[in-house]
């Protein structure tokens, strides 16, 4: 399986934020993926992720970030941090609310919050539901950003193409990312969503990302 090769997600976030001289901040950083592309784009990079086995892995495997188990709602650093402040894909994960007021507090005075999170009707998102239906937390993902002490700056959808060799790899990802038993009727399900494409090898999906940049807005007076 190849995700994003051509590293569109990386493109995106450094359109919405400049990270150099920056010091960086990404919550929810799991397989190090995107994590691995930041590494030297910044002046300071540090990434937290709240499953131990993801920190464990990445710090294996990668140098040049500061790597902490830690989740969004309790970030343990002290107030103005950070200039940016980056949700990989994490915001749904826990309560945004709590998650956008913590990220104000870290973040120093004028300093920028980048927001990548799946939307609903992409191919990757329409399979992986079928596993776990996501559906209400990114709504209610969007509707924190909407109600948070932010100023929204820009927003944007973009999409980023996955490529599987054959429907095994497809079905084999699926249900060991969910951690779920082999499930023939789930197949079938995703089978018919997908039509020919499991059928012609390799299998390449769309997936759907909404980006957003929100700006702390200072009190005056």
Known sequence: MEQDRDCVTLSKILQFADLRDQEVLEIGCGDGRITSQLVGKAKRLVAIDPDAANIAEVKENMEGVGLRIGSGECLEFPNRSFDVI???????????????????????????????????????????????????????????????DFEVERSEVFYTYWEFENEHELYEWLFTYYQKPFDNSLV??????????????????QDKIMIVSLRKQIAQG
């Open 86 to 148: 980056l949700f990989t894909l994490s915001l749904h994960h826990q309560d945004s609310r709590v998650a956008l007021r913590e990220a104000k507090r870290v973040l120093r005075d004028h300093g920028r919050v980048v927001i990548l999170e799946p939307v609903n009707d992409g191919e990757i998102e329409q399979a992986c539901n079928f596993l776990q239906d996501e559906t209400q937390v990114l709504q209610d993902a969007l509707r924190a950003i909407e109600a948070s």
């Open 188 to 205: 079938m399900l995703i089978g018919e969503l997908l039509g020919n494409k499991v059928k012609s090898p390799p299998i390449i999906l």
